[in-house]
């Protein structure tokens, strides 16, 4: 669960307009991992809680690939971008998230976003027990097709890194100065009533 020295760096950074769960105020990416396993039954509920997902007329496109053993752990490192593997190597889960974009001739229009909600579904409850994940895009997506074998009929999305949070100064000085929070856009910003033209007025 999160810390209290943690929720006073959240809090640092993250200020919500309205009243919400703390749970979506708590997640987000760190970079410094522990080189500590996660207990199947703790790892597993991730993906049950991503298997709960709403989709497109219940099309359920997602499909992870998960790596844990040294030998899973080296092919998905041959494939993740050099920036990403400085820190990533050394947590103890990465999962790759796939789309399926057809099935039996039927087209999935909506394949990444059910699968985004999905990974959302995931991050969250890793969130809510004590783990942090950190979804990368940043991987050589062709070559990782061709090391996973992965079918045409699949998209890649990107990989995630699961398991717990380490200690600020094990990274580089670099992406010791990134470990933090982010903020988000205003509500202003992002929501809009009837027309993209039409503000709505969050000072009611």
């Known amino acids: 669960m999160t810390t209290v020295q943690d929720q006073k760096t959240v809090e640092e950074f993250r200020k919500p307009t309205f009243p919400i769960d703390p749970l979506f105020i708590n997640r987000w990416s760190p970079r410094s991992f522990l080189e500590k396993p996660v207990a199947d039954e703790l790892l597993f509920s991730l993906f049950e809680a991503a298997r709960w997902a709403p989709s497109a007329n219940n099309s359920q496109p997602w499909t992870f690939i998960v790596a844990r053993s040294v030998e899973d752990q080296a092919k998905f490192h041959s494939f993740i971008l050099e920036g ?21 001739e039927k087209v999935y229009k909506f394949h990444a976003f059910d699968t985004g909600m999905a990974c959302a579904n995931l991050a969250l ?3 809510a027990h004590g ?13 990782a097709r061709q090391v996973l074998d992965i079918p045409a009929e699949y998209d890649i999305q990107g990989v995630i890194a699961i398991g717990y949070q380490g200690e600020k100064e094990a990274l580089s000085e670099a992406l010791q100065q990134r470990e ?10 992002v929501v809009f009533e009837g027309s993209l033209d039409q503000k709505v007025n969050f000072t009611k």
């Open 131 to 143: 783990l942090i994940t950190h979804f990368m895009a940043g991987i050589d997506a062709e070559k």
């Open 180 to 189: 933090q929070p982010n903020g988000r856009k205003e509500l202003s910003e």
């Open 84 to 104: 990403n593997l400085a820190w990533c190597r050394k947590a103890p889960v990465l999962a790759m998230a796939l789309s399926r974009k057809t099935e039996n």
């Open 125 to 127: 409850q890793a969130t």
